[in-house]
C-alpha cells in the first residue's frame, strides 16, 4: 500500500523554526520528484517547493523563498522541508505530494498542521 | 504577477454534465502549461483526476475528462453523482520548476 505520512507539525511562535518530515513506502520513492504543497485554513491550495529526485534541482514559491530549504533522503524514504523565521502567514496543513516523469501526482500524504502564532 | 483563474463555485444536477475551467490573468492556458486536476473533499487530502491537460491519474473514472477549450484549461464532468461534490483545483506549470494552483471551484450537486 503506497503511503506518504508527514510529521513535526506543531505550534511555533512567529519567528521560530520548524521541520516536516514525509515518510513514503509503498513506491520506490527515489524515482519520484517529491512536492510540499500547502493549506491555510479555509483557503485553497498553495504550491510551496519540490525537489528532484536526486536532490541536484529544488524550487520554492515566492512566498517562502530564503525562509524554507526542502530536502529528501532516498535511503530513508523521507522528504523534508526546514521551515524558519516563519510568520502567521505560514499556518496550514503542509501536505507533500509525488510527482512523476510524466507530471502525475499520483501520492499525497494525509498532511500536517503547523500553526505560526504567539 | 500571473495569477491562474477558477470559477469559485458551480452547481449541476445529478446525472448532468459540468465543465469547469482553469485560465490566465494573462495569457492563454496551452498544453505547455501541463494542466492538472485535483479534487479535494472537506478534510480530505486532495487527489489528483487529471494531468498534462488530459490524462486521467490511476483509477479515475472515465466520467472525468480534461480538456484545452478555446484558452483555458477544462474539467468536464459527465453524469455527475453526488459524492462529485468537491473543491477542484487545476495547477498549471509555470516554468522554472515552479507550479501555480488555481483558487479553486466548488462543485455542488444538487
Known amino acids: 500500500e503506497v503511503q506518504l505520512v508527514e510529521s513535526g507539525g506543531g505550534l511555533v511562535k512567529p519567528g521560530g523554526s520548524l521541520r516536516l518530515s514525509c515518510a513514503a513506502s509503498?513506491?520506490?520513492?527515489?524515482?519520484?520528484?517529491m512536492n510540499w504543497v500547502r493549506q491555510a485554513p479555509g483557503k485553497g491550495l498553495e504550491w510551496v517547493s519540490s525537489?528532484?529526485?536526486?536532490?541536484?534541482?529544488?524550487y520554492y514559491a515566492d512566498s517562502v523563498k530564503g525562509r524554507f530549504t526542502i530536502s529528501r533522503d532516498n535511503a530513508k524514504n523521507s522528504l523534508y522541508l526546514q521551515m524558519s523565521s516563519l510568520r502567521a502567514e505560514d499556518t496550514a496543513v503542509y501536505y507533500c505530494?509525488?510527482?512523476?516523469?510524466?507530471?502525475?501526482?499520483?501520492?499525497w500524504g494525509q498532511g500536517a498542521l503547523v500553526t505560526v502564532s504567539s | 504577477q500571473t495569477v491562474v483563474t477558477q470559477e469559485p463555485s458551480f452547481s449541476v444536477s445529478p446525472g448532468g454534465t459540468v465543465t469547469l475551467t482553469c485560465g490566465l490573468s494573462?495569457?492563454?492556458?496551452?498544453?505547455?502549461?501541463?494542466p492538472t486536476w485535483c479534487q479535494q473533499t472537506p478534510g480530505q487530502a486532495p487527489r489528483t483526476l487529471i494531468y498534462?491537460?488530459?490524462t486521467r491519474s490511476s483509477g479515475v473514472p472515465d466520467r472525468f475528462s480534461g480538456s484545452i477549450l478555446g484558452n483555458k484549461a477544462a474539467l468536464t464532468i459527465t453524469g455527475a453523482q453526488a459524492d462529485d461534490e468537491s473543491d477542484y483545483y487545476c495547477?498549471?506549470?509555470?516554468?522554472?520548476?515552479?507550479?501555480?494552483f488555481g483558487g479553486g471551484t466548488k462543485l455542488t450537486v444538487l
Open positions: 505530494a509525488s510527482q512523476d516523469y510524466s507530471n502525475d501526482f499520483p501520492h
Open positions: 509503498g513506491f520506490t520513492f527515489s524515482y519520484y520528484t
Open positions: 525537489i528532484s529526485t536526486g536532490s541536484s534541482y529544488t
Open positions: 494573462s495569457g492563454s492556458v496551452s498544453s505547455s502549461y501541463y
Open positions: 498534462n491537460t488530459n
Open positions: 495547477v498549471l506549470y509555470m516554468g522554472g520548476g515552479i507550479w501555480m
